[in-house]
């Protein structure tokens, strides 16, 4: 049952522009996360908020800003995106006390 | 930081066979997932399992805590098992979960 939900699926976009990705958890969870998917597939963490506060920011461009209104929402801004920047970006959430993670379907980032 | 190995990085199988997905890791784990991830699909988690057995149908999923290291073990392979397995971790307390670089399954007919 589909409880972690991201928009657009999709955004094909041209290199210097701005993207902006949602996402939405409807589990009560206090831990959201983005999470970046290479061509590879390779999965490398880029941020993680609990209770609204961001707690890991991994080594990533500053060009990438994630923004938290509430524990149940957890957005991603890209400024000027570049081509490296093409890939699946997936969000995820956990609580505190049962720590599994559920991830969204992800949302497929082109830069042409 | 934490590390996660995982083995083998492909495998190929005929229908009916069984398979054996590896995963070590670089601390102690207090957080152990295993995720499937069929081709252009979501994340789907198999097990939470920081340690001990666990089964479900086909698969199962067993943690060796201090030996730091999971397994994940699919008997009687079918075709719709393709896909990608991975395992995450953490350690402690921190909010970093930590994934494999996966095993790719093909189940040939």
């Known amino acids: 049952e589909t409880a972690v939900f991201q928009t657009p699926n999709y955004h094909v976009t041209q290199v210097g522009n701005e993207v902006s990705f949602n996402c939405k958890q409807t589990?009560?969870?206090?831990?959201m996360y983005w999470y970046k998917q290479d061509s590879k597939k390779l999965l490398k963490i880029m941020f993680s908020y609990n209770n609204k506060q961001l707690i890991v920011n991994e080594t990533v461009p500053r060009r990438f800003s994630p923004q938290s209104s509430d524990k149940a929402h957890l957005n991603l801004r890209i400024k000027s995106v570049e081509p490296e920047d093409s890939a699946v970006y997936l969000c995820?959430?956990?609580?505190?006390?049962?720590?599994?993670?559920?991830f969204g379907a992800g949302t497929r980032l082109s830069v042409l | 930081g934490q590390q996660v190995q995982q083995s083998p990085a492909s495998l190929v199988l005929q229908e009916g066979e069984n398979a054996e997905l590896q995963c070590n890791f670089s601390s102690t784990a207090t957080r152990l997932q295993w995720f499937y991830q069929h081709p252009g699909g979501r994340l789907v988690s198999l097990f939470y399992n920081p340690s001990g057995t666990k089964h479900t149908g086909r698969l199962t999923s067993t943690t060796v805590t201090n030996e730091r290291r999971s397994s994940l073990h699919i008997s009687s392979s079918q075709t719709t098992d393709s896909g990608t397995y991975f395992c995450a971790m953490a350690s402690g307390g921190n909010y970093k979960p930590t994934f494999g670089k996966g095993t790719s399954l093909v189940v040939h007919p």
């Open positions: 589990l009560g969870h206090d831990t």
């Open positions: 995820a959430s956990s609580s505190r006390d049962r720590n599994t993670l559920y």
